[in-house]
């Protein structure tokens, strides 16, 4: 495709026709590729060698521009969930409905692919959110999936935002999960009002859930049982990990989930909340989140 051409790689990078016929771009490392749509530089698929995809996406999804995909991991910028004080604004944001921009993409070693999507403020963006902004969003393929966000302010002012990978993880069943990793931490259910509370041990699923851990470790586990599977997640520059799953109450009426709640698991990265961040005229804040399957067994 034209608007991408001079950035294929044969066999590492290539130009693609989504569903919808939404364009996106399919990276190779040597273990294993991944899916990218232009629009909100959308991640629709993680896929290494040898294992099921690591990531859900829904069959309900409209594909249209303009409209978000449910599934992947969509990108959550400049609020997450729904605006403080203005409910009628996009819910987490506005860039996972804006097209990006490819702006590299490389081969960083035979095992390794790395494409740079990026966005800017334009007019439309700053009548939702007054502020001159730059975002550069690397996709690394490898065994793993790396993703880093660098959020720049070139504003002549502070400003104040939140961010967060938005990741379904593809399970067995949410009731098959655990999470490790998130123990004697202080998080916010947000579904009891946002009252606080602490956690002990592991974590099992079962919806409807949304509890927002604060002061995360760099590092926690997504267990699936049903099929013997253990996902690593690790954190950098991220304080928050808000653990997802609409139960079949929340999600058979929701029409881009409907009976697709039993085969997600959503961890979000994120800063937000009580790690919103405030970033200074001129500076930039870097956030990463790397994705692996671990080898080992379960115990």
């Not at 961890?267 to 200074?280: G, K, R």
């Amino acid at each position: 495709m034209e608007i991408f051409e001079r950035f294929l790689i044969p066999g590492r990078v290539e130009g693609e026709s989504g569903l919808g016929d939404l364009p996106r771009i399919k990276i190779t490392g040597g273990q294993a590729h991944c899916r990218v749509y232009l629009m909100g530089a959308h991640v629709a698929s993680f896929l290494p060698d040898g294992v099921s995809d690591l990531l859900w996406m829904s069959p309900y999804s409209d594909y249209d521009l303009g409209i978000p995909m449910r599934g992947g991991i969509p990108l959550c910028f400049p609020w997450f969930g729904p605006h403080r004080s203005r409910p009628d604004l996009p819910l987490h944001g506005f860039v996972r409905t804006r097209e990006w921009k490819v702006l590299s993409s490389g081969i960083i070693d035979s095992e390794s692919t790395q494409v740079v999507f990026s966005l800017e403020d334009t007019e439309e963006t700053r009548t939702i959110w007054p502020y001159s902004f730059r975002l550069e969003f690397e996709v690394t393929v490898s065994s793993t999936l790396t993703l880093q966000l660098k959020v720049e302010n070139r504003d002549k002012r502070s400003f104040t935002f939140e961010e967060a990978f938005h990741t379904y993880f593809s399970v067995s069943h949410p009731e098959n999960c655990l999470l490790k990793g998130l123990s004697n931490l202080e998080y916010i259910d947000r579904l009891k009002a946002d009252a606080r509370g602490r956690s002990s041990g592991d974590l099992p699923v079962s919806g409807p859930l949304v509890q927002a851990f604060m002061n995360t470790p760099g590092e926690c586990e997504l267990i699936d049982l049903g099929r013997a599977k253990r996902i690593q997640v690790l954190q950098k520059e991220m304080g928050g990990l808000v653990v997802w799953n609409p139960g079949e109450t929340m999600g058979e009426p929701n029409p881009e989930i409907q009976g697709g709640w039993k085969e997600f698991v959503c961890l979000e990265s994120a800063n937000c909340l009580d790690h919103e961040i405030t970033l200074p005229s001129g500076s930039s804040h870097t956030s990463r989140v790397t994705l692996s399957i671990c080898n080992n067994s379960i115990n």
